[in-house]
């Protein structure tokens, strides 16, 4: 595989795209089948998106070892976002309009994902994307999304972590709910809020901040203060490392906490993030890499990772998110022998598909499956699902200091 990095100039000068294209002598022939996406390969985004990219360029290539789709190669056209919902929007703009891809990938990221949309729908273009945390916002019927939260998250999730909590034999009394105001991330901690309430928590702070925030020191010194039994943080991306960082800097360990979608490995790896507890659906260890394909997935995963020289190289569930949206693409094109988005989305509806994440399927609201989600917590330095116990890793049980 080649990997070309070609500039454009435009008004989006500066702007970098990412072409895969298989290697000589492979089996796969003729005009390359081009799918287009962007992901945040810069800004606050940057360090999640990271994972997706790797996954992209691994599946790309794996294709284009075997048949490509329908026997021609795959190329993947890919720009930097800058994690801004608006350059995603124009950037989208081209892929469809100037580039002429066959197919769509979404960004990273529900912002972005939104914005993606958008266009999609209105160039009436199939969406295929991995990590969109607010349901009932995915209106178009040609989008579908690989994060299975099932379509109500902001009830179902808050309440399978509090069950985990319960039935750890100290479930908390008091809570404090910190939050971006990132859109997905918002949404969960709103409906986080509402289910404590709901369970008889004792709410002592309830704090918002702007996304892209960097300093959390005033609000640290508001969660020692509250003191609470637990701490939920809406947080994406580093967002939870700073706030931990702050909090050591004031002597102050949570008793219990939460961090919605963090950075996955400068959440486990750092000291204080020891028994931080996350949202997930997959992490590398049975029974999720019980079959061939996740097993090879994360195989091939951690030798990437390793050579990109990310300092956290299990996979987990941006990796395997995204693993399943190329999953999902494949499916659909091999099944229809099809490029046209209508027949596409069509089959889609009608069919479930086996990924990494499970048999997914998009034939309840907005296009959403199932809610397979789980608990999981930093232990000795990687993620391990704690909750369900029949998904938990082998001898994981959930840990409240």
């Given at each position: 595989m080649t990997l070309r990095h070609r500039g454009f100039l435009s008004a989006l000068a500066g702007l970098t795209v990412l072409a895969l294209v298989?290697?000589?002598?492979?089996?796969?022939?003729?005009?390359?089948?081009?799918?287009?996406?962007?992901?945040?390969?810069?800004?606050?985004?940057?360090?999640?998106?990271?994972i997706h990219q790797i996954v992209g360029e691994i599946y790309v290539e794996q294709l284009n070892k075997k048949n490509g789709l329908l026997g021609r190669p795959v190329e993947w056209v890919l720009y930097d976002d800058q994690s801004k919902p608006d350059l995603t929007r124009t950037l989208y703009e081209k892929l469809i309009t100037v580039d002429k891809v066959d197919l769509l990938i979404g960004p990273y990221a529900t912002g972005n994902i939104l914005s993606a949309m958008a266009v999609a729908q209105r160039h009436e273009k199939m969406l295929v994307?991995?990590?969109?945390?607010?349901?009932?916002?995915?209106?178009?019927?040609?989008?579908?999304?690989?994060?299975?939260?099932?379509?109500?998250?902001?009830?179902?999730?808050?309440?399978?972590?509090?069950?985990?909590?319960?039935?750890?034999?100290?479930?908390?009394?008091?809570?404090?709910?910190?939050?971006?105001k990132f859109?997905?991330?918002?949404?969960?901690?709103?409906?986080?809020?509402?289910?404590?309430?709901k369970r008889g928590l004792r709410e002592v702070l309830y704090l918002e901040f702007e996304f892209g925030n960097r300093d959390f020191g005033a609000i640290a010194a508001r969660v020692r203060d509250a003191n609470p039994d637990f701490l939920w943080m809406g947080a994406i991306g580093l967002e939870g490392n700073g706030l931990l960082e702050a909090l050591k800097k004031l002597?102050?360990?949570?008793?219990?906490?939460?961090?919605?979608?963090?950075?996955?490995?400068?959440?486990?790896?750092a000291p204080e993030g020891k028994y931080a507890l996350s949202s997930t659906i997959f992490e590398e260890h049975p029974p999720f890499t019980s079959s061939p394909t996740a097993?090879?997935?994360?195989?091939?995963?951690?030798?990437?990772?390793?050579?990109?020289?990310?300092?956290?190289?299990?996979?987990?569930?941006?990796?395997?998110?995204?693993?399943?949206?190329?999953?999902?693409?494949?499916?659909?094109?091999?099944?229809?022998?099809?490029?046209?988005d209508k027949t596409l989305a069509q089959w889609l509806r009608a069919n479930r598909v086996e990924t990494v994440n499970g048999k997914l399927r998009f034939d309840g609201p907005n296009n959403y499956g199932d809610d397979l989600s789980k608990v999981k917590q930093v232990q000795d330095g990687k993620w391990v699902v704690v909750w369900p116990r029949e998904f938990a890793a082998p001898g994981a049980r959930l840990i409240v200091p």
């Open positions: 298989a290697p000589a002598g492979a089996a796969p022939s003729g005009q390359p089948i081009r799918i287009g996406g962007t992901l945040s390969m810069t800004g606050p985004l940057a360090a999640t998106s990271l994307h991995h990590s969109f945390g607010i349901p009932h916002l995915a209106k178009y019927d040609m989008q579908f999304s690989m994060w299975a939260i099932g379509s109500e998250p902001g009830r179902t999730f808050p309440g399978r972590l509090l069950d985990a909590l319960a039935a750890s034999g100290k479930p908390p009394k008091t809570i404090a709910i910190v939050t971006s859109p997905s991330v918002h949404f969960m901690s709103v409906g986080a809020r509402e289910v404590a309430a002597d102050y360990t949570p008793k219990s906490h939460f961090y919605l979608y963090p950075a996955p490995g400068p959440m486990a790896l097993a090879e997935f994360v195989k091939l995963y951690r030798e990437r990772a390793a050579k990109a020289g990310l300092p956290y190289q299990l996979a987990e569930v941006q990796a395997s998110g995204s693993y399943s949206a190329w999953q999902v693409i494949e499916a659909a094109v091999t099944a229809t022998r099809s490029l046209d």
